[in-house]
């Protein structure tokens, strides 16, 4: 268990430094030229590959809440990520615990900031459907974790000993 908690923090340092690096170094443009408002969702149109994940976790979304609602034994760690816009910026975060409320949702921002500044870890936001852009939980039973597409696209980006590492102790399942 101990080992699954580091290694969750290494891969998720590793995630948010990759999304800032990508954010900072694609083509010159900053995050908030490389995210951009498209009808109301946000959209990472310089990069297919984390487009296609948050496509592929907005299509499966009504699936995920009726999971979070019901909340099965042996499930876990629901969690939200959402884009945070801040001066022309935005920066994704895990949203746990959330709730639905009777206007959108709220929840606790669960990582600190690297490049807004109107939110901070362990703040609880307020947040719209269309600021989602993927979601997660754990089935206990299985030892499987569903949704975290991002994270898949992540991991095809990280050295192959990482990705391969938190893939066994997870049973993040990429393929699907």
């Avoid at 908030?32 to 984390?50: F, H, L, R, T, W």
């Avoid at 852009?133 to 030892?143: L, N, P």
Wanted: net charge negative.
């Amino acid at each position: 268990m101990k080992h699954k908690t580091i290694l969750l923090g290494m891969v998720l340092i590793l995630v948010g430094l990759a999304v800032v690096q990508f954010s900072l170094n694609h083509d010159g443009a900053t995050q908030g030229e490389v995210a951009s408002q498209d009808q109301g969702a946000i959209a990472a149109p310089n990069d297919p590959e984390m487009q296609a994940a948050f496509n592929k976790a907005r299509k499966s979304l009504d699936y995920f809440l009726g999971v979070a609602e019901s909340r099965p034994d042996e499930t876990k760690g629901f969690a939200l990520k959402v884009g945070v816009r801040d001066e022309g910026l935005t920066e994704f975060f895990w949203i746990y615990p959330f709730q639905k409320e009777d206007e959108g949702f709220s929840g606790r921002i669960n990582t600190s900031p690297e490049l807004v500044d109107n939110v901070f870890k362990g703040e609880v936001i307020n947040f719209d459907r269309d600021q989602i852009v993927d979601w997660t939980f754990e089935d206990t039973a299985t030892d499987i974790m569903h949704g975290n597409y991002t994270g898949c696209v992540e991991l095809q980006r990280a050295a192959p000993e990482n990705a391969e590492q938190f893939q066994e102790l997870y049973g993040l399942n990429c393929d699907k």
